[in-house]
Protein backbone atom coordinates (compact mmCIF):
# COMPACT_ATOMS: atom_id res chain seq x y z
CA UNK A 1 0.00 0.00 0.00
CA UNK A 2 1.41 3.13 -0.94
CA UNK A 3 2.26 6.05 1.61
CA UNK A 4 0.25 9.12 1.64
CA UNK A 5 2.32 11.93 2.31
CA UNK A 6 0.00 13.91 4.31
CA UNK A 7 0.16 11.43 6.66
CA UNK A 8 3.26 9.83 7.39
CA UNK A 9 3.69 6.64 8.81
CA UNK A 10 5.07 6.03 12.43
CA UNK A 11 7.12 3.24 12.48
CA UNK A 12 5.45 0.00 14.28
CA UNK A 13 2.14 0.84 13.71
CA UNK A 14 -0.26 -0.41 10.71
CA UNK A 15 -2.92 1.69 8.71
CA UNK A 16 -6.58 0.33 9.93
CA UNK A 17 -8.50 -0.78 6.95
CA UNK A 18 -12.36 0.44 6.64
CA UNK A 19 -14.83 -1.78 7.96
CA UNK A 20 -18.62 -2.35 7.25
CA UNK A 21 -21.43 -0.46 9.16
CA UNK A 22 -22.68 -4.56 8.81
CA UNK A 23 -19.88 -5.53 10.82
CA UNK A 24 -19.93 -2.72 13.24
CA UNK A 25 -23.70 -3.60 14.17
CA UNK A 26 -22.47 -7.04 14.20
CA UNK A 27 -19.83 -6.67 17.40
CA UNK A 28 -22.05 -4.09 19.41
CA UNK A 29 -25.42 -6.85 18.65
CA UNK A 30 -23.15 -10.09 19.88
CA UNK A 31 -24.09 -10.31 23.13
CA UNK A 32 -27.83 -11.10 22.11
CA UNK A 33 -27.11 -14.51 20.37
CA UNK A 34 -25.70 -15.75 24.50
CA UNK A 35 -29.24 -13.90 25.09
CA UNK A 36 -27.79 -11.47 26.76
CA UNK A 37 -28.44 -7.84 26.35
CA UNK A 38 -25.41 -5.78 25.26
CA UNK A 39 -24.05 -2.58 26.92
CA UNK A 40 -22.84 -0.03 24.14
CA UNK A 41 -21.13 3.49 24.48
CA UNK A 42 -19.85 5.79 22.85
CA UNK A 43 -17.16 8.75 23.74
CA UNK A 44 -15.84 11.56 21.72
CA UNK A 45 -15.08 15.16 21.15
CA UNK A 46 -18.52 17.17 20.25
CA UNK A 47 -19.40 17.12 16.92
CA UNK A 48 -17.68 14.03 16.06
CA UNK A 49 -20.83 12.08 15.49
CA UNK A 50 -21.74 9.89 19.05
CA UNK A 51 -25.47 10.57 19.00
CA UNK A 52 -25.40 10.08 14.96
CA UNK A 53 -24.33 6.74 15.76
CA UNK A 54 -26.64 5.89 18.41
CA UNK A 55 -29.67 6.48 15.90
CA UNK A 56 -28.09 3.89 13.72
CA UNK A 57 -27.87 1.43 16.47
CA UNK A 58 -31.26 2.02 17.88
CA UNK A 59 -32.88 2.24 14.32
CA UNK A 60 -30.72 -1.13 13.74
CA UNK A 61 -32.11 -2.81 16.44
CA UNK A 62 -35.74 -2.49 16.29
CA UNK A 63 -35.53 -3.41 12.09
CA UNK A 64 -34.04 -6.36 12.72
CA UNK A 65 -36.82 -6.97 15.68
CA UNK A 66 -33.84 -7.43 18.17
CA UNK A 67 -35.44 -5.41 21.01
CA UNK A 68 -39.37 -4.66 21.85
CA UNK A 69 -38.76 -1.21 23.16
CA UNK A 70 -36.48 1.53 22.93
CA UNK A 71 -36.84 4.36 26.15
CA UNK A 72 -34.46 7.31 25.31
CA UNK A 73 -33.73 9.92 27.43
CA UNK A 74 -33.22 13.12 25.75
CA UNK A 75 -33.21 16.15 27.46
CA UNK A 76 -29.75 18.23 25.84
CA UNK A 77 -31.20 20.35 24.32
CA UNK A 78 -34.42 22.44 22.21
CA UNK A 79 -34.47 20.04 19.49
CA UNK A 80 -34.68 16.18 20.08
CA UNK A 81 -31.21 14.62 19.53
CA UNK A 82 -33.14 11.70 18.60
CA UNK A 83 -36.01 13.39 16.33
CA UNK A 84 -37.37 10.03 15.39
CA UNK A 85 -40.03 7.90 17.76
CA UNK A 86 -42.95 9.12 19.75
CA UNK A 87 -42.06 12.11 21.64
CA UNK A 88 -43.18 11.97 25.62
CA UNK A 89 -43.16 14.70 27.55
CA UNK A 90 -44.06 12.79 30.48
CA UNK A 91 -43.83 9.16 31.87
CA UNK A 92 -47.59 8.22 31.04
CA UNK A 93 -46.81 9.90 27.36
CA UNK A 94 -45.30 6.38 26.68
CA UNK A 95 -48.43 4.37 27.50
CA UNK A 96 -49.87 5.73 24.33
CA UNK A 97 -49.18 5.49 20.77
CA UNK A 98 -48.04 2.42 18.97
CA UNK A 99 -44.36 3.43 18.22
CA UNK A 100 -41.61 1.03 19.99
CA UNK A 101 -39.01 4.20 20.49
CA UNK A 102 -40.25 6.24 23.39
CA UNK A 103 -38.17 9.29 23.58
CA UNK A 104 -38.39 11.18 27.00
CA UNK A 105 -37.98 14.98 26.08
CA UNK A 106 -40.03 16.55 29.34
CA UNK A 107 -41.28 20.55 28.16
CA UNK A 108 -38.72 22.82 28.04
CA UNK A 109 -41.49 25.99 27.96
CA UNK A 110 -43.13 25.03 30.89
CA UNK A 111 -39.52 23.85 32.48
CA UNK A 112 -40.56 20.33 32.88
CA UNK A 113 -37.74 17.79 32.85
CA UNK A 114 -37.71 14.07 32.93
CA UNK A 115 -35.57 12.73 34.94
CA UNK A 116 -33.70 9.69 33.94
CA UNK A 117 -34.19 7.54 36.75
CA UNK A 118 -38.16 7.69 35.87
CA UNK A 119 -37.40 6.69 32.52
CA UNK A 120 -35.03 3.93 33.81
CA UNK A 121 -37.06 2.05 36.45
CA UNK A 122 -40.05 2.49 33.65
CA UNK A 123 -37.68 0.52 31.34
CA UNK A 124 -37.03 -1.84 34.60
CA UNK A 125 -40.96 -2.53 35.06
CA UNK A 126 -41.32 -3.53 31.37
CA UNK A 127 -38.11 -5.95 31.33
CA UNK A 128 -39.63 -7.88 34.59
CA UNK A 129 -43.19 -7.50 34.53
CA UNK A 130 -44.30 -7.56 31.09
CA UNK A 131 -41.08 -9.34 29.63
CA UNK A 132 -39.95 -7.56 26.78
CA UNK A 133 -36.79 -6.77 25.97
CA UNK A 134 -35.95 -3.54 26.49
CA UNK A 135 -32.96 -0.94 25.19
CA UNK A 136 -32.32 2.03 27.78
CA UNK A 137 -30.67 4.98 25.73
CA UNK A 138 -29.56 7.52 27.64
CA UNK A 139 -28.32 10.69 25.23
CA UNK A 140 -25.97 11.67 27.96
CA UNK A 141 -24.70 9.56 30.68
CA UNK A 142 -23.63 12.78 32.81
CA UNK A 143 -27.82 13.36 33.90
CA UNK A 144 -27.34 9.63 35.74
CA UNK A 145 -24.12 11.06 37.41
CA UNK A 146 -23.35 12.85 40.13
CA UNK A 147 -21.36 16.26 39.05
CA UNK A 148 -18.31 14.75 39.80
CA UNK A 149 -19.06 12.08 37.43
CA UNK A 150 -17.76 9.16 39.88
CA UNK A 151 -20.69 8.54 41.43
CA UNK A 152 -24.36 6.54 40.36
CA UNK A 153 -27.66 9.50 40.97
CA UNK A 154 -29.52 6.79 39.34
CA UNK A 155 -29.16 3.33 41.09
CA UNK A 156 -31.47 2.49 37.92
CA UNK A 157 -29.54 2.83 34.93
CA UNK A 158 -26.60 0.94 36.61
CA UNK A 159 -28.50 -1.58 37.15
CA UNK A 160 -29.12 -1.16 33.46
CA UNK A 161 -25.65 -1.25 32.97
CA UNK A 162 -24.42 -4.04 35.54
CA UNK A 163 -27.92 -6.60 35.99
CA UNK A 164 -30.28 -6.10 33.06
CA UNK A 165 -28.59 -8.02 30.69
CA UNK A 166 -29.56 -11.11 32.50
CA UNK A 167 -33.24 -10.35 31.23
CA UNK A 168 -32.02 -9.27 27.42
CA UNK A 169 -32.17 -5.65 28.88
CA UNK A 170 -29.85 -3.42 26.42
CA UNK A 171 -28.19 -0.11 27.67
CA UNK A 172 -26.50 2.47 25.32
CA UNK A 173 -25.14 5.91 26.31
CA UNK A 174 -22.58 8.49 24.86
CA UNK A 175 -20.12 11.11 27.25
CA UNK A 176 -17.40 13.57 26.03
CA UNK A 177 -15.56 13.28 29.04
CA UNK A 178 -14.43 9.72 29.76
CA UNK A 179 -12.42 10.54 32.85
CA UNK A 180 -15.85 12.03 34.48
CA UNK A 181 -17.85 8.08 34.75
CA UNK A 182 -17.63 5.75 37.59
CA UNK A 183 -15.09 3.35 36.69
CA UNK A 184 -17.27 0.06 36.23
CA UNK A 185 -19.08 1.68 33.15
CA UNK A 186 -15.64 0.23 31.34
CA UNK A 187 -16.36 -3.55 32.51
CA UNK A 188 -19.63 -3.30 32.12
CA UNK A 189 -20.01 -2.08 28.30
CA UNK A 190 -19.67 -5.03 25.68
CA UNK A 191 -18.60 -2.44 23.36
CA UNK A 192 -17.24 1.06 22.80
CA UNK A 193 -17.42 3.44 19.62
CA UNK A 194 -14.50 5.45 20.11
CA UNK A 195 -14.87 8.86 18.09
CA UNK A 196 -11.95 11.63 17.83
CA UNK A 197 -11.33 12.28 21.09
CA UNK A 198 -9.08 15.60 22.86
CA UNK A 199 -5.56 14.78 23.84
CA UNK A 200 -6.12 15.21 27.56
CA UNK A 201 -8.97 12.45 27.23
CA UNK A 202 -6.97 9.88 25.04
CA UNK A 203 -4.38 10.03 28.16
CA UNK A 204 -7.18 8.84 30.22
CA UNK A 205 -8.51 6.13 28.32
CA UNK A 206 -5.03 4.69 27.25
CA UNK A 207 -3.82 4.42 30.96
CA UNK A 208 -7.13 3.44 31.95
CA UNK A 209 -8.23 0.57 29.10
CA UNK A 210 -4.68 -0.04 28.40
CA UNK A 211 -5.65 0.59 24.47
CA UNK A 212 -3.70 -0.68 21.87
CA UNK A 213 -0.86 1.57 20.54
CA UNK A 214 -2.40 1.63 16.71
CA UNK A 215 -5.37 2.65 18.06
CA UNK A 216 -4.51 5.12 20.56
CA UNK A 217 -2.29 6.40 16.94
CA UNK A 218 -5.77 6.75 15.53
CA UNK A 219 -8.18 8.17 17.27
CA UNK A 220 -6.77 11.84 17.42
CA UNK A 221 -6.69 11.36 13.37
CA UNK A 222 -10.32 10.17 12.84
CA UNK A 223 -12.67 12.32 10.92
CA UNK A 224 -16.04 13.95 11.68
CA UNK A 225 -18.32 10.36 11.57
CA UNK A 226 -15.25 7.59 11.88
CA UNK A 227 -14.84 5.40 14.79
CA UNK A 228 -13.23 2.29 16.30
CA UNK A 229 -15.32 -0.21 18.22
CA UNK A 230 -13.53 -0.93 21.43
CA UNK A 231 -14.08 -4.52 23.06
CA UNK A 232 -13.10 -5.27 26.68
CA UNK A 233 -10.08 -7.64 26.79
CA UNK A 234 -9.58 -8.08 23.06
CA UNK A 235 -7.33 -6.63 20.77
CA UNK A 236 -8.60 -3.92 18.21
CA UNK A 237 -9.64 -5.26 14.75
CA UNK A 238 -8.13 -2.87 12.84
CA UNK A 239 -10.87 -1.27 11.53
CA UNK A 240 -12.03 2.20 11.18
CA UNK A 241 -16.10 2.64 10.41
CA UNK A 242 -18.34 5.59 9.27
CA UNK A 243 -22.29 5.73 9.70
CA UNK A 244 -23.74 6.64 6.77
CA UNK A 245 -25.80 10.06 6.42
Known amino acids: MATDPAQPEKPGLVRPEKGSCAEALGLIFAPLKQKDGFRH ?4 APGTGKTH ?17 VLTH ?9 PDGHQCTS ?12 VFRGDFYTDRLIDVEEV ?13 RVMLNVGELKDAL ?23 GC ?10 VPDEIWDQSTTISMHRVLKRS ?11 DEMVYVLPQLARGEFVVYQPELDWNGRVYMWPP
Open 202 to 212: LNYLRSTLELD
Open 74 to 82: DVKGADPDF
Open 146 to 168: SDGGRAWTSPTTLWFSAQARALQ
Open 53 to 69: GLRKVVAAALEQHLIDV
Open 171 to 180: FCWTVQQPKR
Open 120 to 132: AQLGKRLLQRERL
Open 91 to 102: IEDALHGEDPHK
Open 41 to 44: GAIG
